[in-house]
């Protein structure tokens, strides 16, 4: 049975990046689409940019949730990699503090 940790969201993109992100530029891992919805004005990306919530999976497990912004020519928006909110590594599931 895989531990469960809440932490911090350095360490947590930290783990991503180091782990799952050269994975998906791979393209090893299988993405889906969970929330999906127009980006609010506050978020202060241009009109018609996409905010959506995304798991990666592996075999069909799910290593890793993300945020991005998706902008309307379908770069990714914000610092051009999602924000991961929780990520499996190592038995552990490490989970957003909020």
Do not use: C
Not at 48 to 70: C, K
Request: proline share 6%.
């Amino acid at each position: 049975m895989e531990s469960r940790r809440l932490t911090s969201a350095r360490e947590l993109r930290a783990v991503f990046n180091a782990f799952v992100w050269p994975r998906i530029e791979r393209g090893e891992l299988d993405e889906l689409v969970l929330m999906s919805g127009q980006a609010a004005a506050a978020s202060g990306q241009p009109p018609g940019t996409m905010s959506e919530l995304v798991g990666y999976y592996d075999s069909g497990r799910r290593i890793a949730v993300a945020h991005r912004f998706v902008m309307p020519d379908g770069g990714l928006g914000g610092s051009g990699r999602p924000d991961p909110k929780e990520v499996r590594h190592d038995g552990e599931l490490l989970r957003l503090r909020r």
